[in-house]
């Protein structure tokens, strides 16, 4: 009965422990707070701001070339204008109507708020319209 061969028993639970703790580690790689699926969902998200506070710089950038070339079509700082501009930097931003212009007697600079949809998600900006500075946070008021 020496000569038999084969696996034993001992043998396939152990390999079969094994190959349970390799597929834990797995999925717990693949899910949870820090797995490959969240860090790559919050990379999208990332992404998606990034591409649309890079479609405003472009949009005001090419405002203040207008200004400095004196062209009179889309050279002022103001929702108009960015509005005009950015469906031709950036098909994939959809701007909503609440690009509008925040008074001056509310901040202590005036400001355009200029709110778009990319992928689904909803961003917002505020551009200073006197320099062009852009900003992912709600300018505070005057005192």
Request: charged share 20%; proline share 1%; glycine share 6%.
């Amino acid at each position: 009965m020496k000569d038999q061969k084969g696996i034993t028993l001992i043998a396939l639970v152990i390999t079969i422990i094994v190959l349970l703790i390799l597929a834990g580690v797995s999925i717990a790689m693949l899910t949870g707070e820090n797995g490959i699926l969240t860090k790559a969902t919050s990379a999208g998200e990332k992404s998606a701001e990034a591409e649309f506070e890079e479609s405003v710089k472009l949009v005001v950038a090419e405002i203040v070339l207008n200004q400095k070339t004196g062209e009179t079509d889309n050279s002022k700082m103001d929702a108009a204008s960015i509005k005009a501009l950015m469906p031709k930097i950036n098909d994939n931003i959809k701007l909503t109507d609440s690009t509008t212009d925040v008074s001056a007697n509310e901040t202590n600079a005036a400001h355009v708020v200029v709110e778009g949809t990319i992928n689904g998600k909803t961003i917002t900006r505020y551009v200073e319209t006197s320099s062009g500075n852009i900003s992912a946070t709600a300018p505070k008021k005057a005192e």
